[in-house]
């Protein structure tokens, strides 16, 4: 299957800009980057995309079987930078996909050249001598929260995405479409994401890398921010006077601004 | 109902007329609430929070449901707080991004946590507040009790689970049946393949030719025959028709094939191979379920310098056969009196010798033939004499030609055919230019 159509991709920008990969975390798809998008589409080639699964990449080139694992995400991630031939990418992710990032530059190492985790975390689940912030029974909560929230689901977005006066930017051609994924695929992608434990691939990192945490979030503690720093060898940590889990959005030009920065001067 | 306009202070109903004082008063009494009594009281929750989610004011309706006070929440705890961890996640990767995103979003599930430990299942809406210039301001939320209609959906979902897990079920019992049922048709075919010869073998001056058709859906015929050699001079062949249908009259089959081949090269003497047949069969079905059939058996012994070919043969309550010769004549080779093969313990059985010369042909048959219904019930039978007509304008047909023509005939039947049906034909060629 053609990967463009599969997984949705995108790319804006000055075409001989340096290339960015921006790549969306469990909850929404490339539609969470919308505020940083002019700031990091200035000079930089921007290649978005969904995961299969997501926002509107293609549902038939869903299978349990390959996104049950990171792994399977991140082989996403390598088909977009090979279809597209991409080289020295810098890859932005965004909560899990930060972890994602690092298995895809694992797998492909020819492609990638620096590293921005946004709001990271190895492993939410606390262990002996780990905080990840949670429980297993927290995460079986959230699966619970997902499926009662789908019951209802088309009925309460679908009003939502149609009327939104406040905001007239987002436009018409989000209607429909705007983070609503299948519960299926969602449910798997919640299990795979809260259930991974990726602190044993931090140590494999070799590219610079940032580590952007918010001052405040509900689901990447900071403990978990400087354990990311720590395990990452020369990488750079910078904490966002921000709260909740989405800085992209709470604080987009805190968080363009951090990220560019970093570009200019990666160590 | 909730209202979360600017100002929420009631206006006077349309029907109240200038004229109709009295109402009016009655409505200014009952509407003597504050906007502040409104807000506090609401059935439903009010909840206004700067962008970061803080609290900065939250009506009693909420506290109370909460179990909590204003001091506790207000200034000190984010949104967020107040859910569960499961809600808190659920609004951290939905909820808060489709928020920032969209400036409102409603109807959501979540489930708050109440001072006592408990669980309270709201349905939550929020709307962002804009400045002049479009900056964000705060977010305003309303909270509307779900436990009912939470309860509600989880039977929903309960039974949509239950149906789901049905329908699975139900598709893997129809794949185990299909897997079954072709395994079956697979082990049917191989114990059919067993009852009948392959092909048949090559007779040096002899033409052969075979019809077989079974009436039962799972093909297992209680009709059989073959032809094989003896002692590279003679060969033997049989055709007959065990008593029933289906996989009991398989059984029989198989054990009368196998006993007529042994019979026959231990010796060759057709009365003695059905007396050995008899036996067997005597003594393997009595009792409540006792197996019989009717067989012709044979041998052939050509004539290298004649051509001709020898058949003696034995029948045991058989159809006889049909000898069509070379000058376009027909007849039955009688075997008249000859009893059925099994059931009783020392049957005496009819033998038979005729010549065929070349041009003349042997034909054997199963009561499928002769007992196929012409009309709609079974008194119109085809019957022997039809038989003998057909083969008699056929005007001495090779094997080939005879068998063709009969399942023709036969497909021409139709349903009459009701019956397994066997025809087995030997001849000798004729001598170019002798028609």
Redesign the interface.
């Known amino acids: 299957m053609d990967v463009r159509r599969r997984n949705n991709v995108v790319v804006t920008g000055p075409e001989d800009g340096p290339v960015l990969v921006l790549a969306h975390?469990?909850?929404?798809d490339q539609?969470?980057w919308?505020l940083v998008l002019p700031a990091l589409a200035r000079r930089h080639r921007v290649v978005l995309f969904d995961y299969v699964g997501s926002g509107r990449s293609e549902p038939t080139a869903w299978s349990e079987e390959r996104y049950s694992s990171l792994a399977g995400y991140a082989q996403d991630v390598v088909d977009v930078c090979e279809e597209l031939d991409l080289r020295d990418v810098a890859f932005v992710g965004h909560?899990v996909s930060a972890m994602v990032g690092v298995l895809a530059a694992q797998a492909a190492p020819e492609r990638f050249g620096a590293l921005v985790m946004v709001a990271p975390s190895p492993c939410y689940i606390d262990s002996d001598g780990y905080r990840g912030g949670?429980?297993a029974e927290?995460?079986?909560?959230?699966?619970?929260?997902?499926?009662?929230?789908y019951?209802?689901w088309s009925?309460?977005m679908a009003?939502?995405?149609m009327g939104?006066p406040?905001?007239p930017e987002?436009g018409e051609e989000l209607t429909g479409s705007?983070?609503a994924t299948d519960p299926e695929m969602a449910r798997i992608f919640a299990r795979t994401t809260?259930l991974s434990d990726s602190r044993g691939d931090l140590d494999g990192v070799s590219v610079p890398t940032l580590v952007l945490e918010c001052a405040?979030?509900?689901?990447a503690p900071r403990e978990v921010g400087a354990y990311v720093h720590d395990r990452i060898p020369g990488s750079v940590l910078v904490t966002l006077e921000?709260?909740?889990?989405?800085p992209q959005?709470?604080a987009p030009q805190a968080t363009a601004a951090a990220i560019l920065r970093f570009l200019e001067h990666p160590r | 109902m909730c209202r979360t306009e600017e100002d929420p202070e009631p206006r006077e109903p349309d029907g109240a007329k200038d004229g109709d004082r009295t109402t009016d008063a009655a409505f200014s009494a009952l509407l003597e609430d504050s906007v502040e009594e409104l807000y506090e009281s609401a059935p439903c929750g009010y909840l206004s929070t700067l962008m970061d989610g803080t609290i900065a004011k939250i009506n009693s309706t909420l506290l109370e449901w909460l179990g909590t006070d204003r001091e506790t929440v207000v200034a000190r705890k984010r949104f967020a707080d107040l859910l569960t961890v499961g809600g808190r996640l659920y609004h951290e990767t939905h909820f808060a991004p489709l928020l920032r995103m969209q400036g409102r979003i409603t109807g959501v599930a979540l489930e708050m946590r109440t001072g006592d430990g408990g669980r309270l299942p709201v349905l939550v809406s929020s709307v962002v507040k804009h400045s002049g210039d479009g900056e964000p301001l705060l977010i305003r939320t309303t909270v509307f009790d779900a436990s009912a209609r939470r309860s509600y959906e989880q039977e929903l979902l309960r039974r949509q689970r239950e149906a789901e897990e049905a329908r699975r079920q139900a598709e893997e019992a129809r794949r185990q049946a299909e897997a079954d049922r072709a395994r079956l048709t697979e082990a049917l075919a191989a114990l059919q393949r067993s009852l009948l010869p392959a092909e048949l073998p090559v007779v040096p001056g002899l033409e052969t030719a075979v019809h077989y058709h079974t009436a039962s859906p799972d093909r297992l015929g209680g009709d059989f025959y073959d032809l094989f050699p003896l002692d590279g001079k003679r060969w033997a062949f049989f055709l007959g028709d065990v008593s029933g249908k289906g996989p009991r009259a398989a059984a029989v089959t198989s054990l009368t094939r196998y006993t007529l081949r042994t019979a026959a090269l231990h010796d060759a003497d057709p009365a003695g191979a059905l007396g050995t047949l008899n036996t067997v069969l005597h003594e393997r079905y009595t009792g409540d379920d006792p197996r019989y059939c009717t067989a012709i058996f044979g041998v052939l012994e050509p004539d290298r310098d004649t051509g001709e070919v020898t058949v003696r043969l034995a029948s045991g309550g058989h159809p006889p056969a049909l000898v069509t010769r070379a000058d376009g004549t027909a007849h039955f080779l009688p075997t008249p009196g000859g009893l059925l093969v099994g059931v009783l313990p020392d049957p005496h059985f009819v033998t038979a010798t005729t010549v065929l010369a070349p041009g003349d042909t042997l034909l054997l048959y199963t009561d499928g033939l002769t007992e196929a219904r012409t009309g709609p019930d079974r008194t119109d039978l085809y019957g022997d004499e039809a038989l003998h007509a057909f083969a008699t304008r056929l005007a001495g047909p090779p094997p080939g030609g005879l068998v063709q023509a009969l399942t023709a005939l036969l497909d021409s039947l139709g349903d009459g055919v009701d019956d397994d049906t066997a025809l087995l034909a030997l001849g000798v060629p004729a001598r170019p230019g002798a028609m």
Do not use: K, Q, Y
Request: with cysteine; net charge negative; charged share 15%.
């Open positions: 975390g469990f909850g929404c539609n969470m919308r909560s949670f429980s927290d995460i079986d909560e959230l699966l619970a929260s997902l499926e009662s929230n019951l209802g009925a309460a009003p939502v995405i939104n406040d905001r987002l705007f983070c809260f405040h979030d509900a689901i921000a709260t909740g889990h989405c959005l709470s």
